[in-house]
């Protein structure tokens, strides 16, 4: 059979990652995939650009609609990036009967219910593992290997670039700012770090990942976000004296009363293997109801890795591209007809666990005042650590910190208690506030 002839919209580190895969391992590759797969066709603004990194080994061009108006291209692979080109392109592709494979989250978090649908209409395959935890095969994990499962939550560290600030900060009893500065001389974190540390780029993966597990259409609007530039390194220390790490978390739940769809940090028992994930790693969680807990690791990004997510894709259009459409895998898990209404909670109903530290003026009565606060309000308490005045002020200290951590309760109740407490005289600083899961 012909070899299946692919185009790269905007090449670059992840499409040379494909190129070089795709050559490397091209036999094994054919012998999996039934049929030959070639990039006959790149882009790239700047063609000097694109011929230094694909030599003579495909048709450069700069304009990317070249590729969707190309007949002889069957799969456009969409690596631009963005939400206003990228999503042109893709839309046009589909239009031209084209099957789209995409590394793009923020697309999909975004467009996700317009994009499935038109490809749905054409009967074309949209497919996107590269877009989530980078050679992690999480969405196949999800779609199909777990295809049995009610699953009934999803957590993940789903940002190399945050886990690798919070990993530094934890080692070298660091800053957030120190950090960032270091991770972007290194090359870890963008010059423009926003979507990272601000946990966006995490929540357009979490949009997806729950979109799939739950079988309910992406909704990044309804994401609860928080990232974290606001996290102090003796957070991190009084966390690990609990016996917890902290980590940013994406945190898909089933509840009776909907689905719970966050990014924020927390406290995660050091003991749990999550815990353990350090620097640009990447770890997903999901919790099925016959498998239990699973637990996928990996590289979240980079070249190859990534390389290796698309041409997973590839392989699958490859072998399915000449079946019924309604024989192919549901692009978000669940027949396009059955998807649920399930609504996305809002944080106020959200029910978890918390990290509450107060500086406090070290007096008597203070501690007792602030559990019975929390005591009207129902919340239990589940440890206290009061560190003392000198240690944390120094000698002749009239301040000290008071860390509670709490057992399950709504958010909103939280939320009312916490304004309370702020209000105390002798409550003297914001307090700081950090979710904290258990995860078993
Ligand atoms: N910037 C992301 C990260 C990789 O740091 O994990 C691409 O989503």
């Given at each position: 059979?012909k070899?299946?002839q692919?185009?790269i919209?905007?090449i670059g580190t992840?499409g040379?990652?494909v190129?070089n895969?795709?050559?490397?391992n091209q036999?094994?590759?054919?012998?999996?995939?039934?049929?030959?797969?070639?990039?006959?066709?790149v882009?790239?603004?700047?063609?000097?650009?694109a011929?230094?990194?694909v030599?003579?080994r495909a048709q450069?061009?700069?304009d990317?609609r070249?590729?969707?108006q190309?007949?002889?291209?069957d799969i456009?692979?969409?690596?631009?990036?963005?939400?206003?080109?990228?999503?042109?392109l893709?839309?046009?592709?589909?239009?031209?009967g084209?099957?789209?494979?995409?590394?793009?989250?923020?697309?999909l978090a975004?467009?996700?219910?317009?994009?499935?649908?038109a490809?749905?209409?054409?009967?074309?395959?949209?497919?996107?593992?590269?877009?989530v935890?980078?050679?992690?095969?999480?969405?196949?994990?999800?779609r199909e290997g777990l295809?049995?499962?009610?699953i009934?939550?999803v957590?993940g560290?789903?940002n190399g670039?945050?886990?690798?600030i919070?990993?530094?900060?934890?080692?070298?009893g660091?800053?957030?700012s120190v950090?960032l500065?270091e991770?972007q001389?290194l090359g870890y974190?963008e010059?423009?770090?926003?979507?990272?540390?601000e946990?966006?780029?995490?929540?357009?993966?979490?949009?997806?990942?729950?979109?799939i597990a739950?079988?309910?259409?992406?909704?990044f609007?309804?994401?609860?976000i928080?990232?974290i530039?606001?996290l102090?390194a003796?957070?991190?220390r009084?966390?690990e004296q609990?016996?917890y790490?902290?980590?940013?978390l994406g945190i898909?739940?089933?509840?009776?009363?909907?689905?719970?769809?966050?990014v924020?940090?927390?406290?995660?028992?050091?003991k749990?293997?999550?815990?353990?994930?350090?620097?640009?790693?990447n770890a997903?969680?999901?919790?099925g109801?016959a498998?239990?807990?699973?637990l996928?690791?990996?590289?979240g990004?980079?070249?190859?890795p990534?390389?290796?997510?698309v041409i997973?894709?590839?392989?699958?259009i490859?072998?399915l591209h000449?079946a019924?459409p309604?024989q192919?895998?549901?692009y978000?898990a669940?027949?396009?007809?059955?998807?649920?209404d399930?609504?996305v909670l809002?944080?106020?109903?959200?029910?978890?666990?918390?990290?509450?530290?107060?500086?406090?003026a070290?007096q008597?009565?203070?501690?007792?005042?602030?559990t019975g606060l929390?005591?009207?309000?129902?919340i239990?308490?589940?440890?206290?650590l009061?560190?003392?005045?000198?240690?944390?002020?120094g000698?002749?200290?009239?301040?000290?910190?008071?860390i509670?951590l709490?057992?399950?309760?709504i958010?909103?109740?939280m939320?009312?208690?916490?304004?309370?407490m702020?209000a105390?005289?002798?409550v003297?600083?914001?307090?700081?506030?950090?979710?904290?899961?258990?995860l078993a």
């Amino acid at each position: 059979m012909k070899p299946i002839q692919v185009g790269i919209l905007g090449i670059g580190t992840v499409g040379s990652g494909v190129f070089n895969v795709l050559q490397r391992n091209q036999e094994e590759i054919k012998r999996r995939a039934g049929r030959g797969i070639e990039v006959t066709m790149v882009s790239r603004r700047n063609i000097a650009e694109a011929q230094a990194l694909v030599g003579d080994r495909a048709q450069v061009v700069a304009d990317a609609r070249a590729i969707v108006q190309n007949p002889a291209i069957d799969i456009v692979v969409e690596l631009i990036g963005g939400t206003t080109l990228a999503k042109e392109l893709v839309l046009e592709a589909i239009a031209a009967g084209k099957h789209v494979v995409t590394a793009n989250k923020a697309l999909l978090a975004v467009h996700g219910t317009e994009i499935f649908a038109a490809a749905h209409a054409k009967g074309v395959m949209v497919a996107f593992e590269a877009a989530v935890a980078g050679g992690i095969p999480i969405i196949k994990a999800l779609r199909e290997g777990l295809t049995a499962n009610s699953i009934q939550w999803v957590a993940g560290i789903i940002n190399g670039t945050t886990n690798f600030i919070l990993s530094e900060m934890r080692d070298k009893g660091l800053d957030f700012s120190v950090v960032l500065k270091e991770a972007q001389r290194l090359g870890y974190a963008e010059a423009d770090p926003t979507f990272d540390i601000e946990g966006v780029d995490a929540a357009h993966k979490l949009t997806l990942m729950s979109a799939i597990a739950f079988g309910i259409p992406v909704q990044f609007d309804k994401a609860y976000i928080e990232g974290i530039t606001q996290l102090g390194a003796q957070d991190i220390r009084y966390a690990e004296q609990l016996g917890y790490r902290i980590k940013l978390l994406g945190i898909t739940k089933r509840t009776a009363n909907g689905v719970e769809l966050r990014v924020h940090p927390s406290l995660v028992p050091a003991k749990r293997l999550i815990a353990n994930v350090e620097g640009a790693m990447n770890a997903v969680m999901v919790q099925g109801d016959a498998v239990g807990t699973t637990l996928y690791y990996g590289k979240g990004a980079g070249s190859e890795p990534t390389a290796s997510a698309v041409i997973a894709d590839l392989v699958d259009i490859a072998r399915l591209h000449t079946a019924e459409p309604a024989q192919r895998v549901p692009y978000l898990a669940f027949q396009h007809h059955s998807m649920s209404d399930l609504p996305v909670l809002p944080m106020g109903e959200v029910v978890t666990s918390y990290y509450l530290r107060l500086r406090v003026a070290d007096q008597a009565g203070v501690l007792a005042t602030v559990t019975g606060l929390l005591a009207a309000a129902d919340i239990s308490i589940d440890a206290v650590l009061q560190r003392e005045a000198d240690e944390v002020g120094g000698e002749g200290a009239t301040q000290t910190d008071v860390i509670i951590l709490t057992h399950d309760c709504i958010e909103s109740r939280m939320n009312a208690a916490l304004s309370q407490m702020q209000a105390l005289p002798t409550v003297l600083a914001p307090i700081t506030r950090i979710r904290k899961e258990e995860l078993a």
